[in-house]
Structure formats: structure tokens, C-alpha cells
């Protein structure tokens, strides 16, 4: 049980009011949430270092408590195919005037997920109702069109099933416009994971303020969280 | 359990003896009112008004305490000074088991916060329950007692809790109108004690009760009216009329999913998750509770197509489209019923298919009696989930005799009882408002009602009120209770 609760403690013991991206992705990964293969290094040689045990392309990412839209901040790289690459692309954006005045807590590198559809699930803390659970299509589906459903906590499988089809945009994981169908059950097993009877949410809901998984790819086959974000209760 | 919470209602649905708290000697007060209703409507108990110094009130024999009473008080009914309120409670010395506080001056507002801190603590000290404070009282048709000057006598089907005293009054006297009948309606105000869930475990146990409706301002424990309601499987339908359901401010919010989460989202997603329908107006609800009290609900083949018979083409056009968005069909029928239709050579201008548009000329033929070949036709071959019937009694106006429309009605029921639990059957009466048409469609309405049948002034509303119908019976068909 401890190492479930780890990331939460830690965060708490630093006092700090939100998960970094890391500590996010193994609460994730804890709830059996799959999680693209990562490292955390402090600068470009460890970053270059590190490529050997990942398979590319990679993604780059700052880890930093300080700033919480990574691409507009220019602390996102993506593509990235070997060990040079990687190098350059650290000392780059140690060199964006975003990151000048940041605490930067390190670089995270990794595997990057393979192409799918991209669906926003969330968390939330409601005063009444106690932990909600959301999904929705990513980009302009959540941010546009605010097409997303909502649920209490603990969803059933059915629950899960009847948020997918109350999205409008719910063709799209159908396979719309002759794309792939990609797969609904792992959209629906994470959902599950997230608010169900034993979810992260059931489980730490007292300390889950807001929670977003966005995106989490899905693809034919699964499933995977690319980034986290877990702001804490006060 | 459900003993537990009936038995622990009881002597407030069924009040054995009632203390009245600010009546005076002189009359006129609300706890006047009070006594003179409960009587009126035949409560039969003890009655014990309260009073520090006058020795009768209202002809009944006062008493100087909630703790002097000869017997044991079931209800008390306190309608006095907020201030005076903690210190009478306290006085009560465990002989008093429901104290309903109708004053206010409590946690409505700022300065009143502190002494409903103070009311509740005087409760748990003279060892009752409180019911309040800020509200109107009880409407108990099983207990006769009611707060109300006009009530029905009989009890029906429908439980009702209001946060509100003034719309528990409303949803009685315009329910009373349309037919509808309580097991009891009972308002709660601020909650300081006996919360609106409370209350809804009761009516969910309640023998007496099939329906239950609820009107909430706030949710106090949101968490466990997901719960009750959630472990309840929709065993009866439930309708909500939340008020303030609008976005609630969440500007701390920096997630997605904080900032899409209005208020009106965990509202939303509580009646996707227990099968309880959410009404937007007092009209709505009452709309709502009408069907499900008349309607039994049909899970195995939740509604859906709906057959409109009327006159009127235009509002049947309307009507349809409008039923489309609720997400019932009005289709057009299939080959065999429109033959069996044409068989009938109605007059023309008669439609022969969904929406069923015949003018006051078809619909008076037979006196009114050709409704049996025509729904006959329908029921036969159509198989309609829901039979919407609606007159437009302005064209009515001048042209036919009252029994025409009653003929209409009876029609349509002896069609009914043959094809038993295929279709709901619904009444739209239209009118113009023109007062002799009103008192014209008052009294049809209140026939028909009597007949059990559920009667809307619109056929937006009853498509409303069956697509609330719809969305339980859909619940429990994706739910059913037996797995």
C-alpha cells in the first residue's frame, strides 16, 4: 500500500501543491494504468546516456513545479531519434527564456506513444458529491466544444460504456472517416481504473483535487497515459 | 433497515398526539391556523397548544412546557421567535419526538448561523428530532394533519420533500388541480437536523408511497444522495427539481475537467447513474410525477414509439419534431395499419398515419365513438409504446356536446383494456384561455383524471412527462434488477 500512496506522500512531504509529470505518471502506472516507458536525467550527457535503454523516437519533456503549459513554455520536444539529438534538444531548452526564472526539477525522456485517438479522462473533487470522473475527446473536442460526461464515483463498466456513447464525438473511437476503430474497452478499463469501485479516485479522492490524463492515446490495441497532471487537495 | 426507518417515521407521517407552539389567545397567529386546519381536515389526536401563561387556547387546554404535556408529543409544531426557539426544545425533557420549526431567522441568513448551531444542540438536549428550521410544516393525508389551507383528503402514490415551504404549497394546490395524489409532503427548510435524505429513505420504504419527488436548493450530503439513490435501483422513480443548478463559480480551476465541471454536471451524471429524473421547472415536475404516478412504468420495452391522435395538424407537426429531440419517434405507420386505416373512408382531411390528424368533423362522428375503430386499427398493427390524445377544445368550441369528448376518452380506454400493457395512454387538453372554454376543459380534466388518466395542458408537456417515463424505464432495462 505504501508504494501505491508514494507519489501523493512525497508531494505532500515537499509541500508542494500538485504531482510533477513523473510522480503523476507512477500513480498511473500503480493503478495498472499503462505509462510510456521513461527517465528522468538531470542534463544533456545523463539525457544522452539515458537513450540507450529506450526505444525511439523519444520525447523530451522539462519536469518543472513552475510551469504548467510545457509546449507553450517550449518545454516539449518530440521525435527525437538518438543520443545527439537528445543532447541538443536538452541544451536547447535550457537555453528558452521560459525556463530562465523555473525551478527545474529535470528532464523526463521517453518512448513516445504510437499514433491513435486522442481522449482527454479527468478527475475532480466535487463539494457535494465527493470524486467525479470525466471523459473526452482530446484538442478541440474538450477545449472547444466542452464535449465530455461526467460521472460520480464509483462508475460500473456500464457507466463507463454510457460515457463513451454520450459523447458527441463519440464516431471518432468508432472509427469515423475510414480510420481504424481504435479500441473502447481500453478506453473503458482505464476509466475503470481511474473512477471505478477501487479506482485512484475511490482510493485517494481526499487528496485528488483535480486530476487530468490528457492525452491518453488509444490506439487498435490499448491505451496509454502520455501526460499527467494532478493538482492535490489544500 | 426499512423497518427501522418506517418505524422511525411513523409518529410523524401518523402523529398520535401534536403540541402547538405560538398560537394565542386571541386567534389569528399561524399556530391558529394551524390547529383550526388540522382539525378541519380531521386530525382526531390529542392536540396540545403551548402557552406560558394562558390556561386554553382555541378551546383546547394549554400547557407551559413541551415537557408538561399529559402524554408524550409525536409532532410538535413550533411557529415562535428564533430566539425563544433553543430554550423550549431544551425544556422537553425526551417526551417529544418530532419538533418541526416553521420560524426563521436561522442558518438563512449570516446572524442566524450561529443560533441554528445552537437550535440543533437544544433538540439532541431535549431529546427530539428537528425538522426545519424555515419551514411551512407537514402534509400527512395518513396522519390528517396538514399546513395547508386546501389539500386532497385521500393519500395516493407520491412522496414529496421540499427544501422550499412556499413551493411545497405550490406543488399541492396546482397537484391538487391536475390530479395528483400524495402520500405526504413535508418541508424541511434549512436541514439543521433531518436532512432531505433522511426523509427520501423513508418514502423509498414507505408502502404507502410509489413516487417520490424532491425539490433541493442545496444537497448537504450530495455523497449520500448518490447513495441511497444508487443502492435504490430506481425500485421507484424519483424526480428532482434542483434549484440553482446553474455553473457555480470555479475560478481556482487551472485542469480541463475543473474547469468543464459546472455544478449542473454532477446533477447530470446523478441521474445518468440512478435512473432519477432531473425537471427544470415546477411545471416539469409536476408533469413528470403526474405520469409516473398514473403510468406504470414498462421496462421491458422501454417508450419509444408514440402515436399522436388529435386535432390540430400543425401542433401535431410541432409535436413531433419536438418528441424527436426527447428521443421518441412518432413513425409513420407501416402498410397494414394504413390499410386498415383507409378501410375506415374517413372524411377527408383525416391523416392515415402517425401523427393521426383528425379534424373536430372525423373526431364527433359517432358521437365521438369512431375513436374506437381508428385506435382499434392502431393498437392492432401499430403497436404504439404511448398514445398521446389531444383535443383542441377551441375547435371543439360550439360545434359538439360535452359527451362527444367524454366519448372520445372512453373510446380510447376500452381500447386500452384490450391490448393491457402495451401502451400508456395520455390526454391533451388545448384550450384558449377564453374562460367558458377554461371551466369547460376544468371539468373534463377533472373526470378524466378521475379515471386515472394523466391530462397535459400541452403536448410539449406530455412529451416531456413521457420522455422522463422513458428515460426510468430505460434505466432499469439497462440495469434490471433481477441480475
Known sequence: MTTLTAPIAEARAAKRAALDELAGKRLLASFGISVPKSVLVQDADAAAAACGSLKPPLVLKVVSPDILHKSDAGGVKVGLEGAVEVGDAVRAMMKHPAMENARIDGFLLEEMAPAGVEVVVGGLRDPQFGPLVMVGLGGVFVEVLADVAFRICPITRLDAEEMLDELKGAALLRGARGRKPVSREAVMDVLLKVGGERGLLMTHGEDIAEADINPLIVSEHGAIAVDARFVLTQ | ?483
Not at chain 2, 399522436?308 to 405507420?333: H, K, Y
Request: charged residues 20%; contains cysteine; proline residues 5%.
Open chain 2, 1 to 483: 433497515m426499512t423497518r427501522n426507518v418506517i418505524e422511525q417515521f411513523k409518529p410523524l407521517f401518523e402523529p398520535k398526539s401534536v403540541a402547538v407552539v405560538g398560537a394565542s389567545t386571541k386567534g389569528g397567529t399561524l399556530p391558529n391556523v394551524f390547529i383550526r386546519r388540522i382539525r378541519e381536515f380531521g386530525y382526531t389526536g390529542a392536540i396540545y397548544p403551548i402557552h406560558p401563561s394562558a390556561e386554553s387556547i382555541d378551546g383546547l387546554k394549554a400547557y407551559r412546557s413541551l415537557g408538561d404535556t399529559p402524554e408524550p408529543v409525536d409532532y410538535a409544531y413550533i411557529a415562535i421567535a428564533a430566539a425563544q426557539v433553543p430554550p423550549l426544545l431544551a425544556e422537553a425533557r425526551g417526551r417529544v419526538r418530532f419538533a418541526q420549526v416553521i420560524s426563521s431567522g436561522f442558518g438563512e441568513v449570516d446572524e442566524g448561523k450561529e443560533l441554528q448551531e445552537t437550535l440543533a444542540a437544544a433538540a439532541r438536549a431535549g431529546g427530539m428530532r428537528l425538522i426545519g428550521p424555515n419551514c411551512l410544516g407537514i402534509y400527512t393525508p395518513r396522519g390528517r394533519v396538514t399546513f395547508t389551507e386546501t389539500a386532497p383528503a385521500e393519500s395516493g402514490p407520491v412522496g414529496i420533500i421540499s427544501q422550499s415551504g412556499g413551493l411545497g404549497t405550490d406543488i399541492i394546490r396546482r397537484g391538487l388541480t391536475r390530479g395528483l395524489k400524495f402520500s405526504g409532503l413535508i418541508t424541511v427548510g434549512n436541514c439543521a437536523d433531518i436532512s432531505a435524505n433522511d426523509l427520501l429513505e423513508f418514502y423509498l420504504a414507505d408502502a404507502q408511497t410509489r413516487v417520490i419527488g424532491l425539490y433541493i436548493e442545496t444537497a448537504g450530503d450530495g455523497r449520500r444522495l448518490f447513495e441511497i439513490l444508487r443502492g435504490a435501483r430506481a425500485v421507484k422513480p424519483v424526480v428532482i427539481l434542483k434549484g440553482g443548478r446553474t455553473r457555480q463559480g470555479r475560478a481556482a480551476a487551472v485542469s480541463h475537467t475543473g474547469s468543464l465541471a459546472g455544478d449542473d454536471r454532477a446533477w447530470a451524471a446523478l441521474s445518468k447513474q440512478t435512473g432519477c429524473v432531473m425537471a427544470d421547472t415546477l411545471d416539469g415536475f409536476i408533469d413528470a410525477l403526474l405520469a409516473f404516478q398514473a403510468l406504470a412504468p414498462q421496462p421491458r420495452r422501454p417508450t419509444r414509439r408514440v402515436v399522436l391522435f388529435g386535432n390540430g395538424g400543425g401542433a401535431s407537426v410541432l409535436a413531433t419534431d419536438q418528441f424527436a429531440r426527447l428521443g421518441l419517434d412518432v413513425e409513420t405507420f407501416d402498410k397494414q395499419t394504413v390499410d386498415e386505416l383507409a378501410r375506415l373512408k374517413l372524411p377527408p382531411g383525416t391523416s392515415i398515419t402517425n401523427p393521426v390528424d383528425a379534424p373536430v368533423g372525423t373526431l364527433q362522428l359517432e358521437e365521438g365513438r369512431v375513436a374506437e375503430k381508428i385506435l382499434a386499427a392502431i393498437y392492432g398493427s401499430g403497436r404504439p409504446d404511448a398514445l398521446v390524445m389531444h383535443l383542441n377544445l377551441s375547435a371543439f368550441a360550439g360545434r359538439t356536446r360535452t359527451e362527444v369528448l367524454d366519448n372520445l376518452v372512453q373510446a380510447a380506454l376500452r381500447v386500452q383494456a384490450r391490448y393491457p400493457g402495451q401502451a400508456h395512454f395520455v390526454l391533451v387538453l388545448r384550450s384558449d384561455g377564453e374562460p367558458a372554454l377554461e371551466e369547460r376543459k376544468r371539468a373534463f380534466r377533472a373526470r378524466a383524471a378521475a379515471l386515472g388518466i394523466p391530462v397535459y395542458d400541452e403536448i410539449a408537456n406530455a412529451g416531456a412527462a413521457l420522455a422522463a417515463l422513458a428515460f426510468h424505464e430505460r434505466f432499469i432495462h439497462a440495469r434490471p434488477r433481477d441480475s
